[in-house]
């Protein structure tokens, strides 16, 4: 038998945060683009354009959470929770393809660097939008894992990322504007690319996971089994227990031993039981039980105490 998730009741506290996130992007790239046209420093440009790839990164996450939030229907019985995945590995793919931009435009500065001017109010303008972000991302990661959303939480570790290559970014024009040494600009501006490399790596990796139905976390799984040795009184065993996760929702299987001459009614009762612990404990939990008789216990697997 198998329980229907309930509907989402955090749905629409996330989509407005990723409405915020929008907001929040749009504003950071005006500020950190304002710097470098102030500026002209080329760390400072590979940093707006990282601001660029946030945009789209938050509109991603927004459509991907609106697409999230709708109930099953007859195309997709098990849900949408997997559009989270989608925005991740999007954003995974946009954060790449910055970094290659950034990494071309920084090369023939390599050889040719050019003077770093720094005005007061281009460098309060990148500390500015380094500090909403750092406040936003702080947000995000505790709204993601709060309600379990890919989306959010990939945007959050990005902008924290951004946070950290951008505090970087600005020691280093300042070192540079102070000692004169004009290739540390387009030396950091490839230090940023590296970082949103290794960042947008483990965003796809992470994605790319779930997408492929990765099962429940180790503590997930353990709490699991724990709740079905406490909770399973009247059977004997439960085997081949099956998790997986799609955004917020996780799937749970398992065959549950009873014995052979238990009433229908009598193990409907046991896997009800189950179903509402599971669902209790487990935020986000749909559970298929199959019953089995005495004669099919494998000896193994979770022992009903």
Same mark, same amino acid.
């Given at each position: 038998?198998?329980?229907?998730?309930?509907?989402?009741?955090?749905?629409?506290?996330?989509?407005?945060?990723? =409405?915020?996130?929008?907001?929040?992007?749009?504003? %950071?790239?005006?500020?950190?683009?304002?710097?470098?046209?102030?500026?002209?420093?080329?760390?400072?440009? $590979? @940093?707006? !354009?990282?601001?660029?790839?946030?945009?789209?990164?938050?509109?991603?996450?927004?459509?991907?959470?609106?697409?999230?939030?709708?109930?099953?229907?007859?195309?997709?019985?098990?849900?949408?929770?997997?559009?989270?995945?989608?925005?991740?590995?999007?954003?995974?793919?946009?954060?790449?393809?910055?970094?290659?931009?950034?990494?071309?435009?920084?090369?023939?500065?390599?050889?040719?660097?050019?003077?770093?001017?720094?005005?007061?109010?281009?460098?309060?303008?990148?500390?500015?939008?380094?500090? %909403?972000?750092?406040?936003?991302?702080?947000?995000?990661?505790?709204?993601?894992?709060?309600?379990?959303?890919?989306?959010?939480?990939?945007?959050?570790?990005?902008?924290?990322?951004?946070?950290?290559?951008?505090?970087?970014?600005?020691?280093?024009?300042?070192?540079?504007?102070?000692?004169? =040494?004009?290739?540390?600009?387009?030396?950091?501006?490839?230090?940023?690319?590296?970082?949103?490399? =290794? $960042?947008?790596? &483990?965003?796809?990796?992470? $994605?790319?996971?779930?997408?492929? @139905?990765?099962?429940?976390?180790?503590?997930?799984?353990?709490?699991?089994?724990?709740? !079905?040795?406490? &909770?399973?009184?009247?059977?004997?065993?439960?085997? @081949?227990?099956?998790?997986?996760?799609?955004?917020?929702?996780?799937?749970?299987?398992?065959?549950?031993? %009873?014995?052979?001459?238990?009433?229908? $009614?009598?193990?409907?009762?046991?896997? @009800?039981?189950?179903?509402?612990?599971?669902?209790?404990?487990?935020?986000?939990?749909?559970?298929?039980?199959?019953?089995?008789?005495?004669?099919?216990?494998?000896?193994?697997?979770?022992?009903?105490?």
């Amino acid at each position: 038998m198998t329980a229907q998730p309930a509907p989402a009741p955090a749905a629409p506290r996330l989509i407005r945060l990723a =409405w915020g996130s929008v907001g929040i992007a749009a504003l %950071v790239l005006g500020l950190k683009w304002l710097a470098y046209r102030l500026t002209g420093s080329l760390a400072l440009y $590979s @940093d707006a !354009l990282e601001s660029i790839i946030n945009v789209a990164a938050a509109v991603a996450a927004l459509i991907a959470l609106r697409v999230s939030a709708r109930p099953a229907d007859e195309n997709h019985p098990f849900g949408h929770s997997k559009a989270e995945y989608l925005s991740a590995v999007l954003e995974g793919v946009l954060i790449v393809l910055a970094a290659l931009a950034i990494l071309w435009e920084a090369a023939p500065h390599l050889l040719h660097p050019a003077p770093v001017t720094l005005p007061p109010l281009g460098l309060a303008l990148s500390v500015g939008a380094s500090v %909403v972000n750092g406040l936003w991302a702080s947000r995000l990661l505790r709204a993601g894992q709060q309600f379990r959303s890919p989306a959010l939480q990939a945007d959050g570790k990005h902008l924290l990322s951004d946070v950290v290559s951008s505090a970087g970014v600005l020691a280093g024009v300042v070192l540079a504007r102070l000692t004169g =040494w004009s290739l540390l600009d387009p030396l950091l501006a490839c230090a940023v690319a590296l970082n949103i490399l =290794w $960042s947008g790596w &483990h965003l796809m990796r992470d $994605s790319v996971g779930g997408l492929m @139905d990765a099962g429940a976390d180790p503590q997930t799984q353990a709490h699991i089994r724990e709740l !079905l040795a406490q &909770h399973a009184q009247g059977a004997l065993e439960a085997h @081949d227990l099956l998790t997986r996760t799609a955004g917020r929702i996780t799937f749970i299987e398992l065959h549950l031993v %009873v014995p052979g001459d238990m009433t229908v $009614s009598e193990a409907h009762a046991i896997c @009800d039981r189950l179903e509402n612990v599971l669902e209790t404990e487990i935020e986000g939990t749909r559970v298929t039980i199959h019953v089995e008789p005495q004669d099919k216990a494998k000896h193994s697997g979770v022992l009903v105490l």
